[in-house]
């Protein structure tokens, strides 16, 4: 049904699943924690494997478990034991083995609500994925194993209180685009015509920011055949300060001459500096390329992935349905066409200039070193 779309939704669909999660049941160690974490989030990157801001969130929250663990650690010493608190002695429930089959239908109800229709069809009929409470029965998530050399397996009192307060920091910078915002000025001055394609919240926003205090020219190319763009010319032809031109994709070239900037907003960040973005977006990054006209990137932090291009090929060969491009009671023999919709571009990082994110500027040859500060290797494949 696809219910959800677009990175933003689904990353914060993503957190209040997570946070719901780890809110309601209790843990015994950052072990448990991060096993209980990786069994939903395969649920939910099979769910809707080409968002990949989803398999982003789920190793951003392994990553502050890991955090405060350390925290932990070096607060009250990695010798020092605390008691993992009985049934008696706390409220709320224990996540034992008898109770995981609890905490999978509560997680299979929240992803049956919120992302069972973001998938591709496509992706449903081919997931042969086991259902969540199987999966936690495999993992046996009361095992004592850690998962890697550190020792995750050690109960303490407030992990739990810090690893929530870290997650709703998350959920706030995903929900606040006005650090991005902020920015819009220095990108874009006044007399400027600039150029994007189809809609983008965001984009909507940082071009709003601009035209506060700055006068320019906008050209909306309407990204046949959704004709996304129109949505973005009649918001911000509201905006007194943008003049607003909209244009038939087949004119793009023909203007990129006079444009002083394209300013877009891709779904994914790769490792490698590139973005994947949706259909179209690669042919306005060609033209500006070829007559030299900087293209701004702006995007939140979360929708770097650890991975490349090539790891992505079930995103990149998604086909949405010809009927947009090509209407079924249309007046030709159909026998003799071929129809293809791809939903996804990928764009190289050569075509890019520089990425707008809440961490600041950044050229697409530092994106890599970026990882670091969001993920740990061993959380780059989930799957």
Do not use: W
Request: include cysteine; charged fraction near 15%; hydrophobic fraction near 40%.
């Amino acid at each position: 049904r696809r219910q959800l779309s677009g990175a933003h939704q689904c990353a914060k669909a993503t957190i209040e699943i997570l946070r719901n999660l780890l809110g309601r049941y209790n843990f015994s160690s950052a072990d448990h924690m991060m096993k209980v974490v990786r069994a939903v989030g395969r649920e939910l990157i099979a769910a809707a494997p080409s968002e990949l801001t989803i398999g982003n969130l789920v190793r951003r929250v392994l990553f502050l478990i890991r955090e405060e663990h350390a925290g932990q650690v070096k607060e009250f010493g990695a010798g020092m034991v605390q008691v993992f608190p009985t049934k008696r002695d706390r409220s709320g429930s224990n996540m034992s083995n008898g109770d995981a089959s609890a905490a999978a239908a509560a997680a299979n109800n929240v992803l049956a609500q919120s992302l069972a229709g973001s998938g591709s069809d496509q992706a449903h009929s081919q997931s042969s994925a086991a259902p969540l409470e199987s999966i936690l029965d495999q993992l046996n998530i009361q095992s004592s194993s850690s998962i890697n050399a550190e020792d995750f397996t050690r109960y303490y009192a407030g992990l739990k209180g810090n690893v929530i307060g870290a997650i709703n920091e998350l959920y706030n910078e995903i929900d606040n685009v006005a650090v991005i915002c902020q920015r819009a000025q220095e990108h874009i001055h006044t007399g400027e015509l600039i150029l994007t394609y189809g809609y983008s919240r965001i984009v909507e926003q940082f071009l709003k920011a601009a035209g506060a205090k700055r006068k320019f020219q906008l050209v909306v190319a309407e990204s046949n055949p959704g004709l996304d763009g129109h949505k973005l010319a009649q918001s911000l032809s509201k905006v007194p300060s943008i003049g607003v031109t909209l244009i038939p994709d087949s004119n793009i070239y023909a203007l990129m001459a006079r444009v002083n900037k394209v300013i877009l907003s891709p779904n994914a960040v790769t490792a490698d500096g590139g973005a994947i973005c949706p259909s179209g977006m690669l042919m306005v990054c060609i033209a500006a390329k070829e007559l030299s006209v900087p293209v701004v990137c702006v995007t939140g932090a979360f929708t770097l992935t650890p991975l490349f291009a090539h790891n992505q090929s079930s995103v990149l060969n998604q086909l949405l349905s010809p009927a947009d491009a090509l209407p079924y009671n249309a007046n030709i023999n159909v026998n003799n066409v071929e129809v293809n919709h791809p939903a996804f571009d990928y764009v190289p990082p050569d075509l890019i200039s520089l990425y707008v994110t809440n961490d600041g500027n950044q050229l697409p040859s530092y994106v890599f070193r970026q990882l670091s500060e969001y993920y740990h290797p061993q959380d780059y494949y989930i799957l």
